[in-house]
């Protein structure tokens, strides 16, 4: 029992990944896509906050650093199996609770165990720092698939990875920071282009020209 | 539709890494497990054979070579959780039929759909085929944990599932084959040996001694 | 000596990779080539089982099963050196059933030696099985180039490789299970399309104005 | 310009990888390493805040989630590099701030610069939040190192690193946190224990010893 | 102190990977740069020599080998980190040197620490060895570069590194090793052709019509 | 044809690893082999050099530099298997010199070829350059072997490549350089030690004694 087994269990959270059984050109971690999901969250609440409203940040960050802590029970299950069944996944999600618990229980000083069965509730619900929880994850998740698609991935499962993470991100558009994220961000990550190797020839015989004439 | 993605879904196995989230020093792809468990139950059969038993190659190399198949569309989801509850255990089981029945019936060819099935099917029942599957399967996973304990691997993990793939070896100890692991196979694997430093040393100077006397 | 060095002996496999010294954007282990040509020969010999011919299933397995295993003892020549000369090929292959034959009376007790000699022999010869051996090995590689084709890898190798692959394919056209690979599975492939950046571009700009207009 | 290459670019933070040059048994990325410092900072704020102090949370974790974000623009560069003279470290420093000002001034709009530069300053001032992040990047660095010793990797610059790493916690030994650490989770670290290959004898021949006489 | 510290620190430079912070397809380690720079630069002096150059081929190999041996000490910085001011390079290069010396005058003997002092001294100067050995280094960034590109690495990075690498090379027009490189070689890489996924199903169709009227 | 494939297929001796098909800690290419042997080729020429001797450092560089380079076109083929027999081994080498030679005609231009030809020449012969070549190459193999065992590899092929690599610089006894490596270099290698994990407790336990009596 004790915090040194919670502490190392964040590294082994380094070495579930994401997606499995799909080749990808890069792998993401349970780690670092937590790392990213609250960079983003702690952006979208910077939106939130301009526009006026008020941010639980604790709460907020709370919520995006352990919202998939519980995978280091689980491993990244392939959605569709997750909720193949309506029955399926309710029994999903209380195994899963089920596992948090006695894992506090087990690890956690009695003092701490309270405070962390909190934390590692599903944090998804209807607040304001719930929904940006949701919007960031799947911010996230389009990034990912975007990444493949863009270095020409010939995986199909990576454009509906794309369509159904816009497509929950779209569930919220009524919030600012989903609406900045809409007119700002995702216009210019569409914009990204490529670099051809017929311009590659244009720009050497550029430069070779530019460099005899000087 | 067609075999096209059939034969493709093979390629995802070797995307499918075992045992996710703890630290490896090798890691094992579902596609390589499944061919040495069925170069494993080969040699089980090989060894029921001499010994009297009627062997069904057939079945017991489909059995072998297509026990994981259902991990496509699972991935290796942790064991503690697959069978958290009974309850969880016998929905899981079916899910991943329903599933399985699902790629087959929009994959396969009508001509091909009932083989395919019977050849996804659970293994591991009563039959002599089923029961050297069963062992098969945690022999190999018996080696894949000596192989992590051997290379001094801290994670005490692989020494619990070193311990329980043995004992469920030991439930089937009333056939030949594993007699023949127990009595000739496990013990020259115990035996292995570890060269230590102080060893090149000595090695090394006993070396250097014979060719100044040459 | 003994049955447990075969057994490592399998995770060696896994450690060696096909086609060494190019650039690969997914490399396949010689464990999981031998895993993917056995499950493409149990179709293959499934189409030619269907179409009234008498199938040794047993022995099919075995070849599969075992078609690539004395590469432990050469790894992965490349094939230009292997076939550089006629006679550098037939001493190739002597050396190679030589190492097959000093490690398995080395390794195996008695009992098993003319067994595991038979189960080493090169597969590839006039019976059905062994024709099918040959056209599921090659059906593999044509993936394997296929993947990296895919994936545009500027290796011309690969073309030359899928080339190499097809045609071999293609001296074995008087067998249905060929047939039905060029009828039904190889124009499925060939038909793989992919997802160009400008159609991301509209598909997101539909799911936006859909979500607009709910 | 743009809030997109800002969520890019935390991705390039997953392929900076941490102290270059040195064979690791296990790799860790910028990215994972700064989710972890984060998890590690929430608990000892949490061991502060119940031993009475004020955690402002928004600002603990603003500062633990982006401080090493400037890496992004160095690279991990060896810290006796960094260090090696006085007027080096103050010069690296300017250079940091600067390039980090450049990339706010050029890829955030005007609205969130003057926030964006606040939260990538130096972090670890003599504010509470400042010393729970200089504690919790230390103890992250421990915990990398002694993995490494653990997996017995031979190069002693690990067991510098471990010691260097304590010795900066042993300069907050005051907090309450630190001794927390000290007391609870350092020992339950050193505690951890090994499976010796004579031991996997003795668990199995036991084991077998009890399955015979069930 | 000891040569085996400068032995064992020749594979560290096997473990620092160039351009670190970006998606690479290929990534590229010191070690196998150096060697790849060697031989370039031994293409270019012999074409120094056959134009009737006298090449200090001693000398030539000490620089190409040695060339960015100090990058053991301060890993592979960002270049724009480098170079963000003049100052900053300046002092860069004076610790570079320093750490140099000091590892020289540790670890080996004093008979040898004139000898490696010279060779571990910055080579890019003014002899002609300088300046192949400038263009060398180059000539091996542009390839890295072009393998991304022509992978279709999204990245514009590596389009910038292709031009920075041309127009140094283009600072040495006037020798005729560069003037072979610009009119015999570089011409051949731009000339790599792709193989189109159209071509694969001519191509295909060819074979099969072929192999048909056999 | 040309010297653009020439340099491209430089990067390709970086795919080809050495000694394949065993468990490895630490990965080595062709193309950093490569390097350390020319890098220690440079230390044993100057210590024949200071002891009077006469080096052809253009020789010498040219025969360290590419004394693999063959392996391009027949993969680092597993030893034993070279030297199953004499006869194989003479064909071997004849096959490879044939490789060779035909790369040569094909790619360079005929004013380079004699030059290449013989740069590509198997480097180990009776002159002081070649003889320091193999003791060169042979060094650089046993501290592969070391850094495998020294991290507790259970492989046993380790220990062997140890001792035949030894047995082999040992047959150069009478050189120099040989007995500097056998005084000086082999001893500070074999002194290396290890952190044992009962130590890491002796020291966290001072320095936290230290650091509570300050």
Redesign the interface.
């Known amino acids: 029992m004790?915090?040194?087994?919670?502490?190392?269990s964040?590294?082994?959270?380094?070495?579930?990944?994401r997606c499995?059984?799909?080749?990808k050109?890069?792998e993401?971690?349970v780690?670092?896509h937590?790392?990213?999901v609250?960079?983003?969250a702690?952006?979208l609440g910077?939106v939130e906050e301009?526009d006026g409203q008020t941010v639980d940040?604790?709460l907020l960050?709370?919520k995006a650093?352990n919202h998939d802590y519980a995978?280091?029970?689980?491993?990244?299950?392939?959605t569709?199996?997750k909720y193949?069944?309506k029955?399926?996944k309710r029994?999903?999600n209380e195994?899963e609770e089920?596992?948090t618990r006695k894992f506090v229980e087990k690890e956690f000083?009695p003092?701490?165990q309270k405070?962390y069965l909190g934390?590692f509730k599903e944090g998804k619900d209807d607040t304001l720092e719930g929904r940006i929880l949701a919007v960031a994850d799947k911010?996230d998740l389009l990034?990912e698939s975007?990444?493949e698609?863009?270095?020409?991935?010939?995986e199909?499962l990576?454009?509906e990875i794309?369509?159904e993470a816009?497509?929950t991100i779209?569930l919220f558009?009524d919030m600012t920071c989903v609406q900045y994220f809409?007119d700002?961000?995702?216009p210019?990550?569409?914009r990204?282009r490529?670099?051809e190797?017929s311009e590659?020839?244009a720009?050497?015989e550029r430069?070779?020209e530019e460099?005899?004439n000087q």
Chains 1, 2, 3, 4, 5, 6 share one sequence.
């Open positions: 004790g915090i040194h087994h919670y502490f190392k964040l590294s082994d959270l380094e070495k579930i990944y499995p059984g799909k080749f050109f890069q993401h971690s780690a670092s937590s790392f990213k609250t960079k983003i702690q952006f910077t301009m940040w604790r960050y709370e650093l995978e280091l029970f689980t491993g990244d299950i392939k569709p199996v193949a069944s029955e399926l029994l999903f195994v089920e596992m000083p003092e701490f405070i934390r911010i990034y975007f990444g698609i863009q270095k020409e991935n010939p199909p990576f454009m794309y369509e816009l497509s779209l558009k809409l700002e961000i995702l210019e990550m569409l990204e490529f670099i190797q590659l020839t720009i050497t430069m070779i460099s005899r």
